[in-house]
């Protein structure tokens, strides 16, 4: 079967899109599609998230109830948590999360389980696209076989394509619709029909020649960012040697108006992509005899940052004569990047453990995010009422925009500040740098 009658189901609406995976990057994509007028089915296997997303309730920062509520309220956009409707849907986006094993080896094990349920119901005319960040050769080496496993082949029966999701958690600025959107094709009918299809949403598609090139576009991006960002941390700590202050040393170096691109030193390097997607490409390569050296020396970099703020935190309680076993201190911000309330993957909470095995007293504020599980033990406090001179130290972890930085310098004895959150504060005496 050719792709002419999806096409045509396509450019008319018609044709019902599934999404495997409502998470952040799922449901903004089934928002974009609903919204340029196609009927979406997510498929989600947490209840919960089921049933709020059918209330026309958003469980990500980037989507508001009221851009999701009236795709859900008119039939455009519903959840469900059976695979059967997939035979329904004419395309499918895989939108599931690739984490890594506690090996730091790639668990696709999301994918898998989802492909196999593609398989059980793929039929003549169907699109499927995988979106999940993985390792190059995964669309072809894992989902084609399985798929064509139907006796259905690929570019004929059915389409195969990687897309790379590029959702950023946080940026008012770039959404799924204006953001650029790589797509690599398993033929070239595969490529073409899903450029057909996501120029229905994305105002630019950008076609490579293959899904593995596809794949490698996404874990260079991601890359680039993990080793720049190790870098960084590297020069604040060259800095500090060097008794010059880095973040000036950046913003001097950003006037460069070509062939310069800044990045933060900061207490690590947070989230479930930046530390995790590189991982994917190094054990790769291994696999094929390479060695990833800048990939490895970046972690080895950005994972000692936490140890760093710590040492700052010592350094700083010292310069009042007191140790850091026993000294009462509060982390301020705990999500992994400013205004944002996700906290996987947080230095903070690195930072936290490595100050509690010394024997401080660690409690947190953060405005976002008001309590953590307790694996952590480590206690919420409030800030207000003058609670911050407690603290024999505060260290600013995530610089949210919601924090008065005058006031907490103001309040507290001492202040590490690990994001130059403190720039424009007067009273410098009181504030350890990075
Ligand atoms: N960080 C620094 N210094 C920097 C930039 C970031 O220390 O100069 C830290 C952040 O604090 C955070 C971590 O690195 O802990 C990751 O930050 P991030 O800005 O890369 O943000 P993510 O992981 O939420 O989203 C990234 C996307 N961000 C940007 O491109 C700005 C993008 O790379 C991907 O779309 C997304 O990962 C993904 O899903 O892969």
């Known amino acids: 079967m050719d792709n002419k009658t999806l096409k045509e189901k396509i450019k008319s609406r018609e044709a019902r899109i599934g999404i495997v995976g409502l998470g952040y990057?799922?449901?903004?994509?089934?928002?974009?599609?609903?919204?340029?007028?196609?009927?979406?089915?997510?498929?989600?296997v947490d209840q919960n998230r089921v049933e709020m997303i059918n209330k026309g309730l958003s469980h990500t920062e980037d989507i508001t109830h009221s851009s999701l509520k009236p795709l859900v309220d008119?039939?455009?956009?519903?959840?469900?948590?059976?695979?059967?409707?997939?035979?329904?849907?004419?395309?499918?986006?895989?939108?599931?999360?690739?984490?890594?094993?506690?090996?730091?080896?790639?668990d696709i094990s999301n994918i898998v389980a989802a492909t196999e349920e593609i398989k059980k119901r793929l039929r003549r005319g169907q699109l499927i696209v995988l979106e999940s960040t993985t390792y190059p050769g995964?669309?072809?080496?894992?989902?084609?076989?399985?798929?064509?496993?139907?006796?259905?082949k690929a570019g004929e029966d059915f389409f195969l394509a990687f897309s790379p999701e590029r959702v950023d958690p946080g940026n008012s600025v770039f959404s799924t619709s204006n953001t650029p959107k790589v797509i690599g094709g398993i033929t070239p009918a595969c490529a073409e029909i899903t450029e057909f299809?996501?120029?229905?949403?994305?105002?630019?598609?950008?076609?490579?020649?293959?899904?593995?090139?596809?794949?490698?576009?996404?874990?260079?991006?991601?890359?680039?960012?993990a080793v720049n960002i190790?870098?960084?941390?590297?020069?604040?700590?060259?800095?500090?040697?060097?008794?010059?202050?880095?973040?000036?040393?950046?913003?001097?170096?950003?006037t460069k108006p070509f062939g310069?691109?800044?990045?933060?030193?900061?207490?690590?390097?947070?989230?479930?992509?930046?530390?995790?997607?590189?991982?994917?490409?190094?054990?790769?390569?291994?696999?094929?005899?390479?060695?990833?050296?800048?990939?490895?020396?970046?972690?080895?970099?950005?994972?000692?940052m936490p140890y760093h703020v710590a040492n700052r935190v010592a350094e700083g309680l010292n310069l009042q004569?007191?140790?850091?076993?026993?000294?009462?201190i509060l982390i301020l911000g705990v999500a992994y990047k400013k205004d944002v309330s996700d906290y996987r993957e947080s230095p903070a909470l690195d930072v936290i453990r490595i100050l509690q095995d010394r024997g401080a007293i660690v409690k947190y504020h953060d405005p976002r995010i008001k309590s953590l599980p307790p694996v952590y033990e480590v206690e919420y406090t409030e800030i207000e009422d003058g609670r911050l001179q407690h603290f024999d130290c505060a260290v600013i972890i995530t610089n949210h925009s919601d924090y008065d930085y005058g006031k907490i310098v103001a309040e507290s004895h001492l202040v590490v500040d690990t994001r130059n959150a403190?720039?424009?504060?007067?009273?410098?005496?009181?504030?350890?740098?990075l």
């Open 74 to 106: 008119s039939g455009k956009l519903k959840a469900v948590l059976s695979f059967d409707v997939l035979n329904e849907m004419d395309s499918i986006s895989i939108c599931v999360p690739t984490p890594l094993r506690k090996t730091k080896d790639p």
């Open 25 to 44: 990057v799922g449901l903004s994509l089934a928002v974009e599609f609903a919204r340029s007028g196609f009927t979406v089915t997510g498929v989600e």
């Open 422 to 433: 403190t720039r424009d504060v007067v009273e410098k005496e009181k504030i350890i740098a």
């Open 197 to 225: 299809l996501y120029q229905q949403v994305v105002e630019k598609v950008v076609v490579v020649s293959s899904t593995g090139s596809a794949e490698m576009v996404k874990l260079l991006e991601n890359t680039f960012r």
């Open 260 to 304: 310069f691109m800044p990045f933060y030193p900061g207490p690590g390097l947070g989230g479930h992509c930046i530390p995790v997607d590189p991982h994917y490409l190094s054990w790769k390569l291994r696999a094929l005899n390479y060695k990833a050296r800048f990939i490895e020396l970046a972690e080895d970099i950005n994972m000692d």
């Open 321 to 328: 004569k007191k140790p850091v076993n026993g000294s009462e």
């Open 230 to 254: 190790a870098l960084v941390n590297e020069v604040a700590l060259m800095c500090d040697r060097l008794k010059v202050n880095v973040w000036e040393v950046i913003d001097a170096a950003s």
């Open 138 to 152: 995964t669309t072809e080496e894992v989902l084609l076989p399985a798929l064509s496993s139907t006796g259905l």
